[in-house]
């Protein structure tokens, strides 16, 4: 019996030890392209960067329990996932229709609440955005993006779908 128990111990600290070393070694960590210009005004980018640019740039703030088991795994996924739809830091590599279309989908997924995600807006507070700071947000990707077709955003998904990041 007490042998059982020892290797059940074994067991979980084996399987703990793997799961957080995989967590390291998938960290996506902070690739070096930034983007330094502006992306929307300088008011419209500080909300950008605080809301949006952990998971849709290469400047993530990691949160301490990025480095604990499993929670490293599922900020990775959504790191990576984020970074391939649309990657702020890739920014100067885009034409003027890529920055369209992609303002296109932030102020389309801002109006629905989509993002930030609500998940990940709970554990980090400072991704909140008030009414006024939504708003804010909408007016200028709609301002630069150009407005949903037929003026319904929920119209876009298909027809304008962002798509991955490129
Ligand atoms: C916690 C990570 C995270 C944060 C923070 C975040 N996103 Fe996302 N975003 C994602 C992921 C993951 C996807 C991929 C689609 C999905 O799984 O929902 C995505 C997809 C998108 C897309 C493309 C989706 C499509 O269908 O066209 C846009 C645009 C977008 N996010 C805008 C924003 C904006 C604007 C903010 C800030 C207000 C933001 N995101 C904050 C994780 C995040």
């Known amino acids: 019996m007490k042998n059982i128990k020892r290797y059940v111990f074994l067991g979980v600290a084996l ?9 390291l070694t998938l ?15 300088a008011e419209g980018d500080l909300l950008l960067r605080r809301a949006c640019f952990d998971c849709h740039s290469n400047e993530t703030e990691y949160p301490w ?16 996932k984020g970074r391939r739809e649309l990657n702020f ?19 389309r997924l801002i109006r629905k609440g989509k993002m930030p995600p609500k998940d990940y807006a709970l554990i980090n507070p400072k991704a909140n955005l008030t009414e006024e700071e939504q708003a804010l947000l ?7 993006g150009g407005p ?7 119209s876009m998904k298909k027809a304008d779908d ?5």
């Open 162 to 166: 962002t798509g991955t990041d490129d």
């Open 89 to 107: 830091s890739h920014w100067d590599r885009k034409n003027e229709k890529k920055r369209a279309r992609a303002l296109r989908g932030v102020a």
């Open 15 to 23: 399987l703990f030890a793997g799961l957080w070393v995989a967590g």
């Open 148 to 154: 949903p077709p037929n003026g319904d955003p929920d």
């Open 65 to 80: 329990f990025s480095r604990l088991p499993l929670s490293s795994l599922l900020i990775a996924k959504h790191v990576k």
């Open 138 to 144: 909408v007016h200028e990707a709609e301002r630069l």
């Open 27 to 41: 960290n996506p960590g902070n690739p070096r392209e930034r983007h330094t210009g502006t992306i929307l005004s």
